[in-house]
């Protein structure tokens, strides 16, 4: 059974917004500080933004003011708000526990083209 597995990415125009979502084993979610995690082509991956178990939120500096992480305790979900998306934010993006991490999911492509 996969422990983490995302969804909604897609294709969306420069200034558009999607909203993207994580499905986490309770046995790891309930527990753990959590993070939006992304890889570009060509690029290393790297965190995007991390919540707390309390809901303490940190952001890279490339998204801050446009996206916001969330999670809901309750349904062992992540989500990720993305607003005034940009090319540079394409990527495909994966969801994981902030420290020590599991096994990668699949992630979900986000495509910000024209």
């Known amino acids: 059974q996969a422990q983490l597995v995302e969804s909604g990415g897609g294709l969306v125009q420069p200034g558009g917004s999607l909203r993207l979502s994580c499905a986490a084993s309770?046995?790891?979610?309930?527990?753990?500080?959590m993070g939006w995690y992304r890889q570009a082509p060509g690029k290393q991956r790297e965190l995007v933004a991390s919540?707390?178990?309390?809901?303490?939120?940190n952001y890279a500096d490339s998204v801050k003011g446009r996206f916001t992480i969330s999670r809901d305790n309750a349904k062992n979900t992540l989500n990720l708000q993305m607003n005034s998306l940009k090319p540079e934010d394409t990527a495909v993006y994966y969801c994981?526990?902030?420290?020590?991490?599991?096994?990668w999911g699949q992630g979900t492509q986000v495509t910000v083209s024209s």
């Open positions: 994981n526990v902030l420290l020590f991490l599991r096994a």
């Open positions: 309770g046995s790891i979610f309930s527990i753990n500080a």
């Open positions: 919540i707390t178990v309390k809901g303490s939120t």
